[in-house]
C-alpha cells in the first residue's frame, strides 16, 4: 500500500505562485503513475497534470504553461508547482498514485484559494 501526505494549499493573489507537495510512504516502488487532480465548488474532478510510467508530462490544457508537475530522484515525493495563478484555479487539489500491481491511491486534498 501507499499513503499521501499532501501539503502547501493556501490563499494567493491573482497572479502569484504557490506549490503543492505530496509526501508517498509506503511501497514506493509499486508507483508507476503519479499526478494532480482538482475539484471545484460544484465542478467534477479533473485532471491537472500526470508523469506517466514512462516519464512523459500531460497537462490540462487550462494549466499549461502555467503549472509544471515533477517527482524528486526518490520518488518519495512529487510537486505542483502553480504560477500566474487565477481565480478559475480555485479547487481542492488531490494527488494520485496509481501502481502496479493496479492500485489507485490519493492524498487527503489541499485548498487553493486564489482571490484578491
Known amino acids: 500500500q501507499v499513503q499521501l501526505v499532501e501539503s502547501g494549499g493556501g490563499l494567493v493573489q491573482p497572479g502569484g505562485s504557490l506549490r503543492l507537495s505530496c509526501a508517498a510512504s509506503?511501497?514506493?516502488?509499486?508507483?508507476?503513475?503519479v499526478a494532480w487532480y482538482r475539484q471545484a465548488p460544484g465542478k467534477e474532478c479533473e485532471l491537472v497534470a500526470r508523469?506517466?510510467?514512462?516519464?512523459?508530462?500531460n497537462y490540462a490544457d487550462s494549466v499549461k504553461g502555467r503549472f509544471t508537475i515533477s517527482r524528486n530522484n526518490a520518488g518519495n515525493t512529487m510537486y505542483l508547482q502553480m504560477n500566474s495563478l487565477k481565480p478559475e484555479d480555485t479547487a481542492v487539489y488531490y494527488c494520485?498514485?496509481?501502481?502496479?500491481?493496479?492500485?489507485?491511491?490519493w492524498g487527503q486534498g489541499a485548498q487553493v484559494t486564489v482571490s484578491s
Open positions: 509506503g511501497s514506493i516502488f509499486s508507483i508507476r503513475t
Open positions: 508523469i506517466t510510467s514512462g516519464g512523459s508530462t
Open positions: 494520485y498514485a496509481g501502481t502496479f500491481p493496479y492500485a489507485d491511491y
